[in-house]
């Protein structure tokens, strides 16, 4: 699922987790936050990347990291 919010802004539904990508200045950042009191929150919940899909692919590979 994908939420549009802006189109330097938005947000990933990925196993539970919110994913907030937002355009910075060089690149990406994205923030990783659990959406249930259940799940364990991350001990490094962002991301920093120049590209947007190396920053998603990072942010997917730290919640499967924590979830298993």
Same mark, same amino acid.
Request: charged share 25%; hydrophobic share 45%; net charge neutral.
């Given at each position: 699922?994908?939420?549009?919010? !802006?189109?330097?802004? $938005?947000?990933?539904?990925?196993? #539970?987790?919110?994913?907030?990508?937002?355009?910075?200045?060089?690149?990406?950042?994205? #923030?990783?936050? %659990?959406? !249930? &009191?259940?799940? %364990?929150?991350?001990? !490094?919940?962002?991301? $920093? &990347?120049?590209?947007?899909?190396? &920053?998603?692919?990072? &942010?997917?590979?730290?919640?499967? #990291?924590?979830?298993?």
């Amino acid at each position: 699922m994908l939420e549009t919010i !802006s189109a330097t802004k $938005f947000t990933l539904l990925y196993s #539970g987790y919110e994913i907030e990508m937002t355009r910075m200045r060089l690149g990406w950042r994205a #923030g990783i936050h %659990p959406r !249930s &009191a259940d799940l %364990p929150i991350l001990r !490094s919940s962002e991301v $920093f &990347a120049y590209e947007q899909d190396v &920053a998603v692919v990072e &942010a997917k590979r730290r919640v499967d #990291g924590a979830l298993h």
